[in-house]
Structure formats: C-alpha cells, structure tokens
C-alpha cells in the first residue's frame, strides 16, 4: 500500500513536470518560431544565404524589380534601374535592413506565425508586393546626383505615395562589387547599406529657415512688417553670425528670398530657445516616424546647452541641428497641404499567392504641423523664394516653391565641402508632389541641388501630371 501511493506520487509529479516542460515548449515556440522558422539554415527559403522563392517585387506600373524564376533571385534587366532602386528594393542578404527584401521578408515568403513557412510549402513562393515607387523617376534622380553621394525622395503631398526614394552609393545587385565595398579606401561606398532618405540624418542649413520663419510667424504678430539690417554678419556676444554677401536693409520676405542669415540669426534670438524648441516640437524633431514597416532616423533640436551665439546659428540651421530627409519632405509636404501631411508610403499592394488583396496602402494623415493660416503664409514665402530669387525659369513649368540650404560641415572634417540641399513642391493642382534633394559635399543648394530637384520634378511631371 505504501508503495502503491509512493509509485502514484512519483507518477504524479512527473506528469506536473510533463506538462510544465511541454508548456514551456510551446512558450519558447511561440516566441521564437519567428527566429527559428526564418534562420538563414532553413533551406527552404534560402540557397546560399539568397532569398530563392519570395514573392515578387514590382514598381507603381508593373515593372518587375525582383522576382524568383526557376528558383533563381533575378532583378530589372536594366543595370541603371537595379542599382537606382537597390535601397527601396533591398538586397538580398539582409545588410540593408530597411530594404523590402529585408523589412517585408515574412510577407515575400509566405511566413506567419501559426502555419510556418505555409504558403512556401504550398505555393512555391509568398507575396507579391508592388510598390508606390516609380523605377524610371528612381533611375532619373539617381543619374541627377552625378558622381555625388546623397538622397533624393519624392512624395504625393495629398496622398503619401512615394514615387521616388534613391539613395547614393549604390550598386548593382547582380555584380555586387564585394570586394570593392569590403576594401574601401577612397570612402567610394560609404555608408552604402544605409538608405540615407530613410536612415540618414544631415545639418540641415538654410532650408531650415522655413522652420524659423514659421515659429517666426506664429510668434512675432508684426513680423511682415520688419525690417532687418544686414552688415554681411550680426554680431552676437562678441562674435557672430555671417552672411555671404551684405544684404543692407530687408524686410521677412525678401530675408527669406535672399536667405539672409544676420537677419535669421536675429530672429532666432528674438524668439528665444522656448519658442523655437516649441515649433520643432510640433513639427516631430525628437520623434520617431513609422513609414511602412521602418522606423525613420529622429531629427534633433536641442537648446539646453546653447548660448546666444548658439541660438543664432541654430536659427539659420546650424549649430547641433540634425534632419531627416524624409522628415524633412513631411515637412515642406505639410506647408504644400494646408498644414498637415499624409503620412508617406511605399507599399501599394500585397497580392496572396492565390491572388487575393491582401493589403492596400491608404492615405492617413499626420497630426497637423502648422495652422493653416501659417501654411498658407509659408506657402506663399516659398513660391517668391522661386519667384523672386532662384527664378521660375530653373523650374519650367512647374509652378515650384522651395528653399535651398548650403549646410556648412564641421571644418574638423577637414574642410569638406557643404551639403547642398533643396527643398520644395509644385503648386500645381494636376502635381502635387513635394520634393526633398540631399547633395553630400555638393556644394551650394543652388547651383548644386536645384538641378538635381529639377531633372527629377521634370521626369515626375512626365510620368504623373494628372
Ligand atoms: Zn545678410
């Protein structure tokens, strides 16, 4: 009998420790079926560490940007078009993680969590995705940046479509130059995994003035009726901010025309860190954006430690100042709406592998970023930016309003030269795109990036004017 009972308890407790253990199975399965299910060992999906029989990626008219055929990973036939779009689209080992290939693998693959690599099994393959991306406006952009590196992102202000996301160095991913990337001297292909519209943050100089005359507007009740003397720099305890010619006396607009940083510099000081810190706040510096399946790198503005001589440079975008660009795009996006941007996207569509819509991008909008009445003046502001000083003309047609930024680099760098930007939107209501232009060490936005801003709205008028 003693026995009998001992035998039932050890039985008993070995149940308990049966279940316990199975319990825990399914808890770690749960939490790591993801992991396991996708380690570059299961052969299913990947051959040699490729992916070998995703769904297909094609851009907003169709054209294929990365298929399986013959359980073969192939790419646009057109070299100019696969090294132009290799950041959206991703490459096929994962390093550039805020690629498609990479950020959207468990949809290309057929992966979810209850049925495993189900629909692989089944159908041979995952997904399709299509993007809002268009290839050719992609393939003009990147050849307008020239033997330059930076970032050139074009969106639907009404809608937050991306019809352009390039990002440069790039290369081909069907002769991946491993070896050049690897041993790489010359900084050739600095930085080259990163998709620096999404992950890349850059001073962002002149083009922040929009920003300050923002604040400015909401801030300083008779600021269209200043006027601001320029003696090429405003002096501030005992140094001073610089201009690169004398401007003489200006009034708020014509200092934006002629993007005049005495007088900037001026009116930073005059609003104070409170109020300036108060209009990057609700404009999202500090914030960090989801676009798609990725997590956009955070702009930053920071006064706590500045001194007055700070705040001026801070004014015109300087100082510790950092930008996203495709926050940046949000930005001007939001001016060109009456305030307020749709969030951007890049997916149009995810078709199941019997066909069926699965997903469908749609517009949302962001929280507003200025008043209306604050949109509309700014609105105003940069289309005379285009007017009345960089001319009409660099952008036949189409009816651009912007401002340019020359955004010194730090001289410990050894004396590079500045990061030329552009940004801007046509007002055009058959166009409304918004445009967002980085040209690493270009040079002046002006001479450098309106260029590259216009070969790309030109190619985008083409392709999209409604
Ligand atoms: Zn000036």
Redesign the pocket.
């Known amino acids: 009998m003693k026995s009998i009972s001992r035998r039932a308890w050890v039985l008993y407790l070995m149940t308990v420790a049966f279940i316990c253990g199975l319990a825990f199975l399914l808890y770690t399965f749960f939490l790591n079926a993801d992991s396991w299910s996708m380690k570059k060992a299961n052969r299913h999906i990947y051959s040699s560490s490729t992916l070998t029989t995703a769904g297909s990626i094609t851009d907003e008219s169709g054209a294929i940007l990365a298929a399986t055929v013959d359980g073969k990973r192939v790419y646009n036939e057109s070299k100019s078009i696969r090294t132009a779009t290799l950041h959206i689209v991703g490459d096929s080992e994962g390093y550039i993680a805020s690629g498609v290939q990479t950020s959207y693998k468990d949809v290309l693959t057929g992966y979810n969590i209850f049925d495993g690599i189900y629909d692989l099994k089944k159908y041979g393959k995952g997904s399709d995705i299509q993007l809002t991306v268009n290839a050719e406006l992609c393939r003009t952009a990147y050849e307008a940046l020239g033997s330059n590196k930076g970032t050139v992102g074009v969106y639907n202000y009404k809608t937050g479509e991306l019809y352009c996301v390039v990002s440069k160095p790039s290369f081909d991913i069907q002769n991946k130059p491993t070896q050049s990337i690897n041993n790489d001297k010359n900084g050739e292909y600095d930085g080259v995994y990163l998709n620096r519209f999404f992950s890349g943050v850059y001073t962002p100089g002149s083009t922040f003035k929009v920003i300050t005359a923002a604040s400015a507007i909401d801030n300083i009740p008779d600021i269209n009726t200043r006027s601001?003397e320029?003696?090429?720099?405003?002096k501030i305890d005992g140094s001073s901010v610089k201009?690169?010619?004398?401007?003489?006396t200006?009034g708020f607009e014509k200092?934006l025309n002629?993007?005049?940083?005495?007088?900037f510099a001026q009116i930073a000081v005059e609003l104070g860190s409170e109020k300036l810190t108060q209009t990057t706040q609700a404009l999202g510096f500090g914030k960090s954006y989801i676009v798609g399946n990725i997590t956009l790198a955070k702009s930053s503005f920071n006064l706590a430690e500045a001194s007055k001589l700070d705040l001026g440079w801070a004014g015109i975008g300087q100082y510790t100042t950092r930008v996203n660009p495709c926050h940046m795009l949000m930005i001007v996006g939001a001016v060109a709406n009456g305030g307020t941007s749709p969030v951007p996207y890049f997916i149009k569509n995810i078709t199941s592998p019997t066909g069926k819509t699965v997903f469908k991008g749609k517009t949302e909008m962001l929280d507003p970023m200025f008043t209306q009445s604050t949109a509309q003046k700014l609105n105003e502001l940069l289309r005379s930016d285009v007017v009345n000083n960089y001319g009409d003309y660099r952008f036949k047609g189409l009816e651009m309003c912007g401002k340019t930024g020359t955004a010194e680099v730090s001289s410990e760098d050894g004396g590079l030269r500045p990061h030329a930007w552009f940004v801007g939107f046509s007002q055009r209501n058959d166009l409304p795109l918004a445009i967002v232009v980085v040209v690493e060490n270009g040079g002046g936005g002006s001479s450098v990036a309106i260029p590259v801003a216009n070969k790309t709205m030109q190619k985008a008028e083409e392709l999209f004017n409604e």
């Open positions: 601001f320029c003696k090429g720099e405003y201009c690169l010619s004398t401007h003489y200006l200092a002629q993007s005049c940083n005495s007088a």
